[in-house]
């Protein structure tokens, strides 16, 4: 997962990508960390999703912009619109059959 830390840089990958997994973790979270490692490998097993994550401290912009107010947080959007939301303890499985239905749309 490409770690991305500035609010430009974030809206031009959902732009330039249908499918995105984002990842946002808070800073010292120990679940966040445990999470991240677990999201990203369900990521690379999905060669076209584009998946990236930041720390919520990194772009104050994140909280508003996105409605992510504690981590560890998961949006995965489909053409710029959030098709899934996770939150805490994200449930892998649940997000992996959501990354196949979207994936299959494409």
Same mark, same amino acid.
Do not use: W
């Given at each position: 997962?490409?770690?991305?830390?500035?609010? *430009?840089?974030?809206? *031009?990958?959902?732009?330039?990508?249908?499918?995105?997994? +984002?990842?946002?973790?808070? !800073?010292?979270?120990?679940?966040?960390?445990v999470? =991240?490692?677990?999201?990203g490998?369900?990521?690379?097993?999905? !060669?076209? &999703?584009?998946? +990236?994550? @930041?720390?919520?401290?990194?772009? !104050?912009?994140?909280?508003?912009?996105?409605?992510?107010?504690?981590?560890? @947080?998961?949006? &995965?959007? &489909?053409?710029?619109?959030?098709?899934?939301?996770?939150?805490? +303890?994200?449930? &892998?499985?649940?997000l992996?059959?959501?990354?196949? =239905?979207?994936?299959?749309? =494409?």
């Amino acid at each position: 997962m490409k770690h991305l830390t500035d609010i *430009q840089d974030i809206e *031009q990958t959902l732009t330039d990508h249908r499918l995105c997994l +984002f990842y946002i973790k808070a !800073p010292d979270c120990g679940v966040c960390n445990v999470m =991240l490692d677990k999201v990203g490998r369900l990521a690379e097993s999905h !060669p076209s &999703l584009c998946s +990236f994550y @930041t720390d919520i401290t990194e772009e !104050p912009l994140i909280a508003g912009k996105f409605l992510v107010y504690s981590g560890p @947080t998961v949006l &995965l959007m &489909l053409e710029r619109k959030e098709v899934y939301r996770g939150s805490g +303890f994200i449930n &892998l499985e649940e997000l992996e059959h959501r990354i196949n =239905l979207c994936i299959e749309s =494409l």
